[in-house]
């Protein structure tokens, strides 16, 4: 089992940035391809970024596509999110997602583990 703790939310004006982390432990060698989703308040899961395991290959919602960035640190089992120009759209609970093959994708059923989620709340 691999287990995943998000971090580095908080409340940020518009404009603003966060970072998020994601913190491996378990069997993180189960853990290849990684990535962020996101869920606002009354709506579905989305996808927000992937990383396939090497870093070579990353993938990106259009929303959010120019200013965010994701990338990790296979050394620490470490994954990031760096985030910046936030909007007020880009609220919602992210969380830290971990899938056993290697290649990015975005598409909810690729992934096994899932962290709990951090709250990210942009203000207008």
């Known amino acids: 089992q691999v287990q995943l703790v998000e971090s580095g939310g908080g409340s940020v004006q518009a404009g603003g940035s966060l970072t998020l982390s994601c913190a491996a432990s378990?069997?993180?060698?189960?853990?290849?391809?990684m990535a962020w989703f996101r869920q606002a308040p009354g709506k579905e899961r989305e996808f927000v970024a992937a990383?396939?395991?090497?870093?070579?290959?990353?993938v990106y919602a259009d929303s959010v596509k120019g200013r965010f960035t994701i990338s990790r640190d296979n050394a620490k089992n470490t994954l990031y999110l760096q985030m910046n120009s936030l909007k007020p759209e880009d609220t919602a609970v992210y969380y830290c997602?971990?899938?056993?093959?290697?290649?990015?994708?975005?598409?909810?059923?690729?992934?096994?583990?899932w962290g709990q989620g951090t709250q990210v709340t942009v203000s207008s």
């Open positions: 997602a971990g899938g056993r093959l290697g290649g990015a994708a975005a598409v909810r059923d690729e992934y096994d583990y």
């Open positions: 378990g069997r993180t060698s189960n853990a290849y391809r």
């Open positions: 990383i396939n395991w090497n870093s070579a290959r990353t």
